[in-house]
């Protein structure tokens, strides 16, 4: 085996060396037309395949017609998808940062990507674990999650990654003076309005309710102010709302707009206009 191995991958042994190619295979390609695009295209394919049967499949008519279709279909896909969750923890020590034996795979297995791959698999073995059928039909959820497997090729996702680890602090600020307006306009609402309609506003929780509806300006009309002041206070909430939701969208602009000029610049290409150095 070991004189096998050399002769296929040169002077490594048969196991490292099938473990670097299944890892080649399973990264995404930077060539078209090598096995290992084909391959990306080939899951891609049916990631996208499984998330039109989910829809398909609760159409209650079609559902019934293709019944046995719906389900040979999930079983193909479940067995490539395992395979493929197989043998992506597998491979995962050829990276040097899952290179320790087992303690590697299982920290590759921690990874957010490699959890979704797990997840979308996960309803379809629970029925063998004798899992109870009421909390199966709520994991059946999770069958969703292959469409976030299609995540690892898509680099406008990786950039959105950078873009909100770059942004956390200020996105955290946004959130937090959010969270301190919608909390101080329900205190002051539920003041003004609970004599007029305690039903309503009956206390500062249910109050919230309203502040949330008039902060993002969906106003659903169930809860609104019927006192002056109450309508005056709203009406200044909903202006400070439009504002307010408007600054997290700012931040992530400024910060996709940072991104693209760096990597820009990392290609070689003009950030003004775009065009590479020769």
């Not at 040979?72 to 998808?81: A, M, Q």
């Not at 709520?138 to 990786?158: C, G, S």
Request: glycine share 6%; hydrophobic share 50%; aromatic share 14%.
């Amino acid at each position: 085996m070991k004189k096998v191995g050399q002769i296929l991958y040169g002077h490594e042994t048969f196991p490292k060396g099938l473990k670097k190619s299944v890892h080649k295979i399973m990264s995404i390609s930077k060539r078209q037309g090598n096995f290992s695009w084909y391959f990306d295209v080939f899951i891609i394919s049916l990631i996208l395949l499984n998330i039109l049967a989910l829809v398909l499949e609760s159409l209650i008519p079609i559902k019934q017609q293709y019944h046995e279709q719906f389900v040979l279909f999930e079983t193909f896909s479940v067995l490539i998808f395992t395979l493929e969750y197989v043998l992506r923890v597998w491979s995962a020590n050829v990276n040097p940062k899952y290179s320790r034996s087992v303690i590697g795979n299982f920290k590759y297995a921690c990874t957010p990507l490699a959890v979704i791959d797990l997840l979308a698999i996960l309803p379809f073995y629970l029925p063998f674990l004798g899992i109870d059928l009421r909390l199966l039909r709520m994991f059946r959820i999770f069958r969703v999650f292959r469409l976030f497997k299609i995540a690892r090729y898509l680099t406008a996702l990786e950039l959105m990654e950078r873009v909100l680890i770059k942004k956390k602090e200020e996105l955290m600020v946004s959130l937090i003076f959010t969270v301190f307006l919608l909390l101080l306009a329900s205190t002051l609402m539920y003041y003004i309005e609970n004599e007029a309609q305690p039903e309503h506003f009956s206390s500062i929780p249910e109050t919230m309710w309203w502040g949330i509806a008039t902060l993002t300006t969906v106003g659903y009309g169930d809860m609104y102010p019927v006192t002056g002041l109450g309508q005056f206070l709203g009406g200044i909430i909903a202006i400070i709302g439009i504002g307010l939701f408007a600054l997290p969208t700012g931040i992530l602009a400024a910060g996709f707009s940072e991104e693209v000029s760096q990597k820009a610049k990392e290609e070689g290409a003009c950030p003004n206009c775009g065009s590479f150095n020769r």
